[in-house]
């Protein structure tokens, strides 16, 4: 009778003639002239052409690429492979230092990335209260008592000038400008700016400490935590009192309502009944300070600071306002971007954000020894590294005159951007994994620029995940260096093997008055195949061959187990072969329809052809005593 042979009624297979066993089911191969049991290493995949925005979709005949060609979509990517990647993702990338990203999507260009502007220090200081307003052509901040200005603030060598103090004596501790008169906060009264070191008393009835424009009023607050619509000469109308020990960090004009930043970790809102500004909601950020904010393009940006055990952590937010039963509050509040982590000592609060037609500024200390100005760009919504200064402070104002950025750096000075680019740039790309944690190997890189006149453009790979952190690291290695022309040629990787890949764009120049211009780059690579593809004839006839003993017929016994493996088709399966002793796991790819042979003796034989595609396992046989297959680099198993 006839019965499929497996581990329950059959002891010994070898000895019985079986070859394999395929999930608990003997099998023997039908090997023969032109019917050879084949084991061989899976294909590299076919070529796939698809027409996406990214250059990433395009798959080549040998590997995959890994490339971007815009990065206007900002830094804190570290994943370009992602299954649940945002939309703009395409054109994020890690981080940058010294490149501009943003200013090459202009409408009607092409899209490139350069070296940013440098900056210069056009007043030196050790002040702590460097308020900046720009007001009719010229630049004015503070320095301790003093006011300074500049008038030409574009010249090559501006000059400072220092005006008298509005109070002898007392810092100024608030500036404002509304029209074309600049308001001044000192020993706790506004001063309103006549002319050159001319002042005239505009409030005194309070004890002021900071100071506002908004909506056409001069709004202040007082040291007792309270918030006042400040008019010329008579008394102030109170807008809201704050807790006891809590203050008023800053305000901003967001179309509806005037939106006010409190140290109790409230956003309140005011809106203008009767004309005047009435509290009409409060927002509650936990757990934070809110002490910037600004709007644009009604969307409303603020950032926050957490306290730490030795710092600051800070955080900028994006949000929209939304009026509910006559209450303005900030609704889908966004994390743009968290600096610090509580493990420094560093204050990375942002203090002071401002707006422009396509961006939002605001500055952070970003090391012990520098701080940037950071810029979202709108567009996009990505957010990058920006111009740096040379001291690390907060950064108290941002003016921006003639498209150039100005500064006021805590303890540091006044700083303008200059003409000429920083020498040396990088951009950091996201890991990228091909959507597999299988191990690739990564052949060819390239870069195309606009021609390169001055310095060079490299690219720099590892496949060391924590390299992204550290663009010092020393095991990031050079693959490509244009010095001069365009560049646009596949160079070779050599042994470059790794799940990830991460490259570091790097721009400098010999000349700071110009700046090479990198359009892309691109790296290829392919998965290391794992997967082993079996070819296997198998006897599915009814006639039985056993070694050194008479063969048996068993009528039915092919189709029995011709049957059995039609039903594994598609499924996982395990398979053991005895000899070369190897076991494997993957799944019944395809099996044929039964062939007959009758060979020139007469006899037939039926067998079908079975392919079997899976992953080599390294562990124990479990019928076979047999040898190691070194061949398939798989140590003995039995």
Known sequence: MAVLPSPANTSAPESQGFEANLDDLFLRFAVGPGRQMNINTAPLQAQAIQTSETPEDFQQEFG????????????????????????????????SKGIDVFSGKEVGQEYKVSLLHDTDEVQSTTGTNLYMQEMSGSIFFADGAVLKRIDSPLDASPSVTSETAPSAGNDITGMAVLGTRLYLVANGDIYVRTGASTYSTHNSHKTFSKIWSMKGRIVASDTSGDLYEVPDGSNPTTMKTLPTGTEWTDLADGGAVVLA???????????????????????????????AIDAAQGLIFY???????????????????????????????????????????????????????????????DSASKTNLWRYYLPTGGIARDIEFGESGIVEGIAVFSDRLFATVSGGGLYRESTNYVSTGYIITPLADFFTSEKKQFVGAKLNTNAVTTGSVKLFTSIIPEDIKDADSSTWLQQVNITSGRGGEEEVLSLVEGRWISAKLEINTDDVAQTPELLSFAIRGFQLVNDLIVDMPINISD????????????QGQGDLIYTALRNKEGKNVQLEIFRPDTLLRGIIENV????????PRGSTTLYCLVRFRGSKVIGTSSTSEGLGIALLGVGKLG
């Open 303 to 365: 950032g926050t600071y957490q306290n730490t055990a030795s710092g600051k952590i800070g955080r900028l937010y994006v949000a929209e306002i939304t009026n509910a039963n006559s209450l303005y509050v900030l609704v889908n509040a966004q994390l743009i971007k968290q600096w610090g982590d509580g493990t420094t000592t560093l204050n990375q609060a942002p203090y002071q954000i401002i707006s422009t037609r396509d961006s939002i500024y605001t500055g952070i200390i």
């Open 543 to 554: 006639q039985i061959e056993r070694p050194f003993r008479k063969s048996l017929r068993v």
């Open 592 to 599: 044929s329809s039964p062939i007959e042979e009758i060979s």
């Open 64 to 95: 995959q690429i890994f490339s971007r060609t815009d990065f206007a979509g900002g830094s804190g990517l570290d994943k370009a492979h992602k299954r649940n990647a945002g939309p703009n993702d395409f054109q994020r990338y890690w981080d």
């Open 261 to 291: 930043c409190a140290s109790d970790g409230y956003i309140y809102s005011f809106a203008d009944e009767s004309s005047t500004l009435t509290l009409k909601g409060q927002t509650f950020v936990e757990g934070e300070v809110p002490n």
